[in-house]
């Protein structure tokens, strides 16, 4: 069953990345809003089924982000993700800084994959050491 978990895990992560770019070439590149409701709504249940494998693999493996250092700092990045997006998409902001926003929350989901990849707080960075 874990391995189960584990490959949809990272599938919706590949969908939420893929539908995250989507929204956001349509409302920060293009400056319009996406063609159908679906475009909207889509990203939110591909995020929430995310969250909830996410959550499934940390019980299953008994993992407590409050003892585990990069889990904890894992979620942490998801909260800040979360928040440049509902910057990047929901406020009005100038074109310039609403795709710096967009652009520091791919950078900062890129951070996210390799902690999960190194399961080291430190992502990617890791190498550096």
Known sequence: ????????????????????GLRGGFTVLAARPLPQRIWKVLPHIVDSLLLAMGIW???MLRLNPFHVTWLGVKILCV???IVLG???FR???PRWLRFALFASAILLFAFIVSIAIFRDARGIFVLMA
């Open 79 to 81: 909260i800040g993700y």
């Open 91 to 93: 406020l009005p902001r």
């Open 57 to 59: 693999l940390a019980v």
């Open 86 to 88: 509902v910057l990047a």
């Open 1 to 20: 069953m874990f391995d189960e978990v584990r490959l949809a895990h990272i599938i919706f992560a590949g969908g939420s990345i893929v539908l995250f």
